[in-house]
């Protein structure tokens, strides 16, 4: 499974980004895509998570601090998993990452942990300026 994550760039607080996951390879039934984030001298953060190839399952995950500004969807035709996220803050700033889990079955508690996740994008920055 390949993954290209695309979309940052720097915006002002209070603006919106809609961050894209280039999806392509093989991927089995149960695999779910997440998003992460990580800032300068911290821990890679679970952001969201979403059933990619449950056919009958269009189910996500989120982080408690972040549901409600941020928002995961994924479009099959077009291979991609978008992150939408708006009131931006400051502390938003960070790589973004996108992520594949291929033996997750569905998304869960379990999505929270990096550790799950066996492919990886190469990030896209996120600044925000105050």
């Known amino acids: 499974v390949q993954l290209q994550a695309s979309g940052g760039g720097l915006v002002q607080a209070g603006g919106s980004l809609r961050l894209s996951c280039a999806v392509s390879g093989r991927t089995f039934r149960g695999t779910v895509v997440g998003w992460f984030r990580q800032a300068p001298g911290k821990e890679r953060m679970f952001i969201s998570a979403i059933d990619w190839s449950n056919w009958s399952s269009n189910s996500t995950y989120y982080a408690d601090s972040l549901k409600g500004r941020f928002t995961i969807s994924r479009d099959n035709a077009r291979n991609a998993v978008y992150l939408q996220m708006n009131s931006l803050k400051p502390e938003d700033t960070a790589v973004y990452y996108c992520?594949?889990?291929?033996?997750?079955?569905?998304?869960?508690?379990?999505?929270?942990?990096?550790?799950?996740?066996?492919?990886w994008g190469q990030g896209t920055q996120v600044t925000v300026s105050s």
């Open positions: 992520a594949a889990d291929r033996t997750a079955g569905r998304v869960g508690p379990w999505s929270r942990s990096a550790l799950k996740y066996d492919y």
